[in-house]
């Protein structure tokens, strides 16, 4: 399945234009995927600094009435946590959180930023750090879109084992469109090929947003795949969301308005497998 929308053409300032042709330059890194290419200090600084700025803020916004509709738990896993951003998120909502990253240079930089919080690095299985059952919610944030399908599976089965029967994941997840529009964080304009990959292809992204910005590659997984992936891990969805910007932000939105960036995926664990 290719994605169906054809990549928008908004009025862009000069600066934009350029800034982008630059970008668009840059040698892509050769490593497999982003944990590997941000291992290096400058980069986690980079990403340190990051909050939620334009279309990031769109999951930002809405993810925590998500969390109050569907969990009453306290202990939580950020999976995939980076620099603790949306780690900050689930605290202010009350919640204890435990952090897990692959990352070693991220790990560093979260703790600077809050040394008093519980840190896992983690490789592979990650069954094998916690018990069955350990967590009332499980928030994994803009982590999957890089894996290939094997370790989307892999990672999926083990977080539902993780789940607490009765609670909830939520997957934040770029949906297809996000590879074929122009955006307030990002740019895809210089990557036609884009418009013609199918599940499993790999596509390439420019992050607009942090200092040391540059394409990066993600894989495609359109929302059937993701379905089809959540199934075989046992998880079940109970909602899904598509943010869209109202257009009353301070902010000059590209493709927010109409068309949907991320999904949110809520998820829960079906009892008998």
């Not at 892509?28 to 986690?44: F, K, S």
């Not at 210089?190 to 990066?216: K, T």
């Not at 899904?240 to 829960?268: C, D, H, N």
């Amino acid at each position: 399945m290719s994605p169906q929308e054809g990549p928008q053409k908004p009025n862009e300032s000069p600066q934009r234009a350029a800034e982008i042709v630059l970008i668009s330059q840059s040698k892509i890194p050769d490593e497999r995927h982003i944990w590997q290419r941000v291992r290096t200090l400058g980069r986690a600084r980079a990403y340190a600094t990051l909050e939620f700025p334009g279309t990031y803020y769109l999951p930002f916004r809405d993810l925590p009435a998500l969390i109050r509709r569907y969990d009453h738990g306290s202990r939580a896993l950020d999976f995939g946590c980076g620099t603790v951003r949306w780690t900050r998120l689930l605290r202010n909502l009350g919640l204890n959180v435990i952090r897990v990253d692959i990352s070693q240079a991220m790990l560093d930089q979260a703790r600077a930023l809050d040394p008093s919080g519980e840190y896992h690095r983690v490789r592979g299985d990650i069954t094998g750090e916690f018990a069955p059952g350990s967590f009332c919610i499980i928030l994994a944030a803009v982590r999957f879109d890089n894996m290939p399908t094997e370790e989307k599976a892999e990672a999926l089965s083990g977080l539902r084992t993780l789940l607490a029967p009765g609670r909830c994941l939520l997957l934040v997840v770029s949906s297809i469109a996000i590879y074929v529009n122009e955006w307030a964080s990002f740019s895809t304009r210089d990557f036609s090929e884009n418009r013609h990959a199918s599940d499993g292809d790999r596509v390439r992204i420019i992050m607009l947003d942090v200092p040391n910005c540059c394409p990066v590659e993600d894989a495609v997984c359109t929302d059937a795949h993701y379905r089809h992936l959540l199934e075989s891990a046992g998880l079940k969805v109970l909602d899904v969301q598509s943010p869209l910007a109202t257009g009353k932000e301070a902010m000059r939105w590209f493709s927010e308005t109409r068309t949907a960036a991320w999904t949110i995926y809520v998820l829960g664990s079906v009892t008998t497998r």
